[in-house]
Nanobody
Framework: QVQLVESGGGLVQAGGSLRLSCAASGRTFSGYVVGWFRQAPGKEREFVTSVSASGGTTNYADSVKGRFTISRDNTKNTVYLQMNSLKPEDTAIYYC????????????WGKGTQVTVSS
C-alpha cells in the first residue's frame, strides 16, 4: 500500500505561482510512476502531468505545457508540481496518484488539494 497526501494548494491571483507537494508513505516510492490530475467543478477529472519512477521522463497535458513542472525527490518520497503563470481555468482540486511501473492504471490516490486562481 502507498498512502499519498497532497499539500500546497490555496488561493492565488492569475499570473501567480503555487507549488504542490505529494508526500508518499508505505512501500518504496521509487518504484512508482506518479501523476497529477485535476477536477474542476462540473467537469471530469483530467490528466495534468506525470513523472517516471526515476524522474527522467515527464509528460504534460497541452493545457499546462510550459507553465507547470513536475519533479520528484525519491529520497524524500515526495513529488512536486510547480505551477507558474496560473490562469483562472486552472482552478480545480488537484490529486496526486501513483502506480507501479508495470501497471497502467493509477491505483493509489490522495484526497486532493484545492487550487483557486482568481482573475
Amino acid at each position: 500500500q502507498v498512502q499519498l497526501v497532497e499539500s500546497g494548494g490555496g488561493l492565488v491571483q492569475a499570473g501567480g505561482s503555487l507549488r504542490l507537494s505529494c508526500a508518499a508513505s508505505g512501500r518504496t516510492f521509487s518504484g512508482y510512476v506518479v501523476g497529477w490530475f485535476r477536477q474542476a467543478p462540473g467537469k471530469e477529472r483530467e490528466f495534468v502531468t506525470s513523472v517516471s519512477a526515476s524522474g527522467g521522463t515527464t509528460n504534460y497535458a497541452d493545457s499546462v505545457k510550459g507553465r507547470f513542472t513536475i519533479s520528484r525527490d525519491n529520497t524524500k518520497n515526495t513529488v512536486y508540481l510547480q505551477m507558474n503563470s496560473l490562469k483562472p481555468e486552472d482552478t480545480a482540486i488537484y490529486y496526486c496518484a501513483a502506480r507501479p511501473i508495470i501497471v497502467t492504471k493509477y491505483n493509489y490516490w490522495g484526497k486532493g488539494t484545492q487550487v483557486t486562481v482568481s482573475s
